[in-house]
């Protein structure tokens, strides 16, 4: 099959040609784009505020004008005619240089804010892009934009636009309809809107992370001594935040994790998420499938895991060695409370749910044993800063750069057109393995097959952003319960014969195996499977 | 070492190979002249679409046959020598073997028609009808499809997905009414003209015409009407792919004849798949059944039997599906395409045209006998359950919501398929409803 014509259409079509109207709509959201740009390079723009706007509507509009004319005038269902033929999004031409574009932005974002325009001496006015987007920051948050405000802004704007697109797109598929208006929702509103509103209200207090949906430990610094003590001497909106965070964590998520599976934060709630579903949606097919994928994966978030938790408990023990005066538990109360915790859990786990584990959750209790063992080593090895002779702090802006930035953007992100939107969820996310090991041994979340239904077509696995060879299940009429499934639900919506259903019902059952398929002879059935 | 040869390395031979593997150590070698490996037959028109690369449609990594131990050997069988247990590799090579088996599927039909062997005129079944497709697509305006069955209209879909003009030539008044009650054919006729594909009903091919290069250049109805076109896909049904059984000694009809253990006249020698033809029906099933389930069925059974377990082919409850363009089809049990002297059939269609549903049950006693369903997704399980527990028309449409496996959020046409049912189908006898 040497013979595919290959082509630089944005549009993913081979042999349809753009209309004017799709034509009219890429360029009109180009030219958005183009204004920033200028503003990148300096250009000085007279009232800047109309320029911005314009700018932001000419993006939105270009989108809506495209994905109109796009999706409208077809038939509804689905729409991947191309997918593999076309340079975007088949790791072409195209894919590379907007995989450079990306990630040569989240290169400067991270560690050269200044080409951005962020201004390099305390308290100058910043020039550039940043200096572009202060209008809304000032409207917002009555700050000038920082560059973090601008890339939260661009963020936003992806989500909303290109959900716009992915809602058009799957219009006749109402769990992906739902779902997106959530992603939508939770970005725009408590990701953007309501932290800049707060950060508005409260101007004289200490930074401290204002969107409720973003946990520990995605969100790493949470625990962070400067962190802590902003939220501590925050107020009630601090105190509300601290003790929100930490409920979220430890209640509110294994509770909705177990009615509905993981889906409820990294499908319809999630920022990293919302961007991968709705600007990243072109690239789902682009996961890497293999066994040996899985198993990188296993290993890869299980050191993230660990990582994550020990980098945290080391600040966390730090902070309380440092500041006992601010916290009502001593530095040996914490070490053993979370080794008695995890202790327990575990031994719970292997005693009541050994049956249940796959590889997946055998690594996740493994990694919790290992944290177990490093937090003791910790508290006999340490002194006030030095956790094993390295400095707490060092060790968290190691896994702030190797984990939160480099990871989760730079590669996470920017490689979006090489290896697939889920990237940084699949192998990088510090959420990944705990809410993945919820989700397998104490959800009622599944995946359901449909009898002997499936046809081992392969859609399914082909579009599972996670890489989740979902049709090796499907085939052998097996229920799909893997720690890594998102609850996106497209594998369900381009099966052609209706065989994958995702639901929440009784956790019996749930995990099974059927050697024999539905459709043969019932005494074949249960002869092979009660053996 | 006992030695098992499979002929054909599609869902029948795989599945079989599969389940003699988990139960035994025998060695085990398929033969196929299509592919390396095995891969989904059902999704060429993905790979054609864009939607696939074709890599994708293979359900199994390239070293999970060396994994179990399965030997694949991409060859043609030339001969096979039933009396000396052993075959004839591309006309040059012999091995031998001590149980064969027979999974070589289908071919397109072709009716003799002038031109059905020029450039420009395929089926759409193997690997080698796909990359002929990729060849001929670049240059194609227009692309004329004959027959009018699941195989046509997925040609009929590849061919729309590249902008190619598409006139559909069915032989019959109606889309698949040899199997589709005339409600559900009817709207798929719709369906495929929404598509912007010129259907012809009532219509059927006489002659396929050559350009001076011998590449296909039109053809002609039987109706003497000339259409210009690049493609002619043939899609007139299948049969089975056994010609080179011929000189064997096997016992054939249309099919490698066989008995309800899936064996052949010789011993040790057998058949699965759409190769394969029961001397009689099975139930109501043809003799002849070229369907992905049936073949994989055949497999697990036959798997039983070779290591050691013989066990009859015994195939559950009917159930099928297939998608119309974008429209889903599924079905459980059977419905015919005419209602039987003893049947009544219930239909519900959806005011947009798109979702329909056909329940065919006794008339006297009420059983459930079968369901068609359109643009609602079904679960096997639950009609599995009423059919074999023979459960009521009236029990099925009361639990519709169980048996309901759209994805979540989907409106349910529950109520309105009661009502419905209440109105057509409830008698005086029947108020509790």
Request: aromatic content about 0%; glycine content about 16%.
């Given at each position: 099959m040497s013979k595919t014509v290959k082509n630089i259409s944005i549009a993913s079509q081979e042999h349809n040609d753009l209309n004017g109207t799709q034509r009219a709509g890429i360029a009109l959201g180009l030219i958005g784009l183009f204004i920033m740009t200028l503003a990148l390079l300096n250009v000085e723009f007279p009232n800047k505020g109309y320029w911005l706007a314009g700018s932001i509507t000419a993006i939105f509009s270009g989108i809506v004008l495209y994905s109109n004319s796009f999706y409208l005038n077809r038939v509804e269902g689905i729409s991947n005619n191309h997918v593999w033929t076309s340079s975007l999004t088949s790791r072409g031409t195209v894919a590379y240089a907007i995989g450079l574009i990306l990630t040569s932005f989240y290169v400067v974002l991270y560690w050269f804010p200044q080409y951005l325009?962020?201004?390099?001496?305390?308290g100058a006015a910043n020039t550039g892009i940043v200096s572009f987007f202060d209008p809304l920051s000032l409207l917002l948050n009555g700050k000038p934009a920082s560059q973090w405000f601008v890339y939260g802004t661009l963020y936003t704007i992806a989500i909303v636009g290109l959900g716009y697109k992915f809602i058009l797109k799957y219009r006749h598929n109402k769990y992906q309809l739902v779902r997106t208006i959530s992603i939508m929702f939770f970005q725009l509103g408590f990701a953007f809107l309501i932290p800049e509103i707060l950060e508005k209200l409260n101007p004289e207090k200490a930074y401290f992370a204002k969107d409720i949906k973003n946990m520990w430990p995605l969100n790493y610094y949470f625990f962070d001594e400067w962190h802590l003590k902003n939220m501590i001497n925050g107020g009630n909106l601090g105190l509300f935040m601290l003790i929100f965070g930490v409920a979220l964590i430890f209640i509110i998520s294994p509770i909705l994790t177990y009615f509905y599976g993981k889906r409820w934060y990294c499908s319809w709630v999630c920022g990293c998420g919302g961007l991968a579903e709705t600007a990243g949606d072109s690239f789902r097919q682009l996961s890497d499938k293999s066994e040996k994928a899985w198993k990188i994966e296993r290993w890869m978030i299980h050191t993230v895991l660990v990582l994550a938790f020990v980098s945290t408990i080391a600040v966390i023990f730090t902070f309380l060695t440092n500041n006992p005066d601010m916290s009502f538990i001593t530095k040996d109360q914490f070490v053993w409370g979370i080794v008695i915790f995890l202790g327990v859990f575990t031994t719970a786990l292997y005693v009541f749910k050994r049956k249940d584990m796959d590889a997946d959750a055998i690594y996740t209790m493994l990694s919790l044993v290992a944290i177990m063992v490093i937090a003791i080593l910790m508290n006999y090895f340490s002194g006030n800063q030095n956790i094993f002779f390295v400095d707490s702090y060092k060790l968290r802006e190691w896994y702030g750069f190797a984990i939160g930035a480099a990871f989760s953007g730079v590669i996470g992100v920017g490689f979006y057109p090489i290896l697939g939107n889920r990237v940084w969820c699949r192998f990088g996310c510090p959420m990944a393995a705990i809410l993945g090991l919820q989700q397998r041994l104490f959800s009622k979340f599944r995946i359901t097959t449909n009898g002997g239904q499936c046809i081992s077509c392969g859609n399914c696995s082909t579009y599972c952003e996670m890489g989740i060879d979902v049709r090796s299940y499907a085939q052998k009429g097996e229920n799909i319960v893997r720690s890594s499934c998102v609850g996106c639900g497209i594998c369900s919506a381009v099966c052609p014969r209706g065989v994958l259903k995702l639901e929440n019902d009784t956790p019996a059952g749930r995990i099974n195996s059927n050697e024999i398929l539905l459709g043969n002879d019932v005494d074949l059935m249960d002869l092979i499977n009660q053996k | 070492m006992e030695h098992i040869v499979i002929i054909g390395n599609g869902i029948s031979g795989v599945t079989l190979a599969r389940h003699i593997r988990k139960r035994s150590d025998a060695k085990i070698s398929i033969i196929s002249a299509e592919t390396n490996y095995f891969f989904s037959r059902t999704a060429l028109m993905y790979v054609f679409m864009g939607h696939m690369k074709f890599e994708h449609t293979q359900p199994y990594e390239n070293d999970f046959w060396k994994k179990n131990n399965i030997n694949l050997i991409h060859k043609k069988v030339s001969e096979v020598f039933p009396k000396e247990k052993s075959l004839l590799l591309d006309g040059n090579t012999v091995i031998t073997f001590d149980k064969l088996v027979i999974a070589t599927g289908s071919k397109p039909n072709k009716f003799g028609w002038p031109g059905q062997d020029l450039e420009g005129v395929t089926g759409l079944y193997f690997k080698q009808d796909l990359e002929n497709l990729e060849k001929w697509a670049p240059t194609t305006k227009r692309a004329v499809i004959v027959g009018g069955g699941l195989i046509g209209i997925e040609l009929a879909e590849m061919m729309r997905a590249r902008n190619i003009e598409v006139t559909f030539l069915v032989r019959e008044d109606s889309f698949w009414n040899g199997v589709l009650p005339k409600g559900e054919s009817q709207m798929i006729n719709r369906h495929i003209k929404e598509h912007h594909i010129d259907l012809r009903l009532s219509t059927g091919l006489k002659e396929i015409i050559a350009d001076e290069n011998g590449r296909t250049k039109a053809i002609i109805t039987d109706k003497d009407e000339t259409i210009e076109c690049q493609i002619v896909g043939l899609t007139a049904g299948v049969s089975p792919n056994i010609d080179f059984l011929k000189t064997s000694g096997i016992e054939l009809g249309r099919g490698v004849k066989v008995n309800r253990f899936l064996e052949t006249n010789f011993k040790d020698i057998y058949a699965i798949g759409d190769c394969a033809e029961q001397h009689e029906g099975i139930g109501e099933r043809r003799p002849i059944e070229a369907v992905w389930y049936t073949g994989r069925m055949m497999g697990e059974s036959l798997a039983q039997t070779l290591t050691g377990n013989p066990m009859e082919y015994k195939p559950g409850h009917w159930f099928n599906s297939a998608k119309f363009l974008d429209i889903e089809y599924q079905t459980y049990g059977w419905v015919w395409a005419k209602e039987k002297e003893n049947e009544t059939h219930f239909y519900w269609e959806h005011k947009g045209g798109k979702k329909a549903i056909r329940i065919a049950f006794d008339t006297e006693s009420r059983r459930f006998l079968g369901i068609n369903t359109f643009g609602i997704r079904m679960r096997h399980e639950f009609f599995d359950k009423v059919l074999t527990d023979q459960q009521s028309v009236d029990y099925v449409i009361e639990n519709l919501a169980a048996a309901n496996f759209d994805p979540e959020f989907y409106t349910s046409h529950k109520k309105e398929i009661q009502i419905e049912f209440t109105k057509q189908c409830v008698g005086l006898k029947n108020e509790s409803l």
């Open positions: 325009g962020l201004s390099s001496e305390e | -």
